[in-house]
């Protein structure tokens, strides 16, 4: 590598640093109320209640129904006959996150950002449109999440989805369904307020901050950053350099850094638990899918049977979660999915997973670099998923002497 090079490279984006940080002297600012009081995972008071705010046609942004139409219009569901003029919108409405009604016609906004899906949560909510109906309504289901996923098994408690339809045992429909995202349907609806509502000067601040705080989810968000054309002219220049580092010296570098602070991870957590308990640790590597650490009672085996994890959901150390993993070949899915036990309704059930939620840190690298995550900060966060998922723990290692 070319030393006088590299060093050269670095004091020009050390400029375009400095430029950087005087822009920021000058007003320009990341700053985020909605993230300055709320956490951005918020479903409840951040995402569903600012939805709320703008669909509620009795809002004081006295824009009435125009934003519930274009709502209505992103998600593609103008055929399903709402009567915007008579439609009243609730929110936490029999525990539905959003209600939509006109009477006649009823649309159940289902809002997950990272919360794990309830037992019959979904089935609930439809059965309390029909009850209060008299058994009969046309009802529209729209699950809203970062990945435009369905709902699971596990919250529609025997109903099926199939083409656009919810149906019960016998195979008649009990509602419509649609999918929908942040990404897309609720980043088109915003755009659409901000074009017709972009004069507003107010209104227009808070649903630009909100755009915001989705990019963050999605990790789109650019910010006050610097020179675009400046930082791709040096990078060009200096191709060769960037390719080196990029290719031979990053992938080392991050893994290094996640092997050093999974190993100060292991010794806090060794001293948190008793002398019953197993810490392991694995070697990074970003080509492959790995467990940067886990642990297991030593009573339950050293075959990892059963144990507590965090794991990541893609390469380069991307979007990782912690849960109760098991052999799903010594013990028994449908044995494992049927114990009682009293959890939060923020863990999921998985395929290999008694229970596991995402950590909510997906650049995950990024965030121990950057945003200075700390070894203890995970400590806490693994310390609390074994006091909350032990007594399941408990019942499902007694299915493993069994089977």
Known sequence: MNIEKLESMLKQIKFLSDKLEAKKLRGNNDYNL?????????????????????????????????????????????????????AKVYKEYENIDIYITDGTKHIILENKINAGDQEAQIKRYI???????????????????????????????????????????????????????????IMKWLGSCLDEAG???????????????????????????????????????????????????????NANRLNEFM????????????????????????????????????SWGNEHILTFTLEFDNRNFLNPYIGLAYDIDKINKA?????????????????RFARWKWLK??????????????ESELVNELIKMKDELEPLADEVIKLAIVV
């Open 263 to 298: 190993s100060n991870v292991k010794t806090e957590l060794e001293k948190r638990l008793s002398q019953e308990w197993c810490v392991e640790i694995e070697e990074a590597d970003t080509r492959r899918y790995f467990e940067p650490i886990s642990f297991y009672k030593y």
């Open 34 to 86: 909605f993230l300055a009081l709320l956490d951005i995972n918020d479903e409840v008071r951040l995402h569903s209640r600012f939805i709320y705010s703008l669909l509620d046609t009795s809002s004081p942004h006295y824009q009435k129904e125009l934003f519930l139409e274009l709502f209505i219009k992103a998600c593609g569901l103008y055929d399903f006959g709402l009567n915007l003029q008579t």
């Open 335 to 351: 044995y494992v999915d049927s114990i009682q036990v009293k959890i939060s309704s923020e863990w999921n059930i998985g395929a």
């Open 361 to 374: 840190k997906d650049q995950f690298l990024r965030e121990i670099v950057v945003n200075k995550y700390s």
């Open 199 to 253: 004069n507003l000067a107010n209104l227009a601040a808070v649903i630009s901050q909100y755009k915001n705080v989705i990019e963050k989810i999605y990790g789109t968000y650019k910010g006050v950053e610097m020179d675009t054309e400046e930082i791709s002219k040096i990078i060009l220049e200096n191709y060769d350099i960037v390719d080196e580092i990029r290719n031979k010296y990053f992938d080392i570098a």
């Open 127 to 185: 059965k309390t449109v029909q009850k209060e109906n008299d058994g009969e309504a046309e009802i529209y289901v729209l699950f809203l999440s970062p990945q435009g996923r369905e709902p699971s098994d596990y919250s529609l408690d025997g109903l099926k989805i199939s083409n656009s339809k919810i149906l019960d045992e016998y195979g008649n429909e009990v509602a419509k369904f649609k999918a929908i995202s942040y990404k897309e349907e």
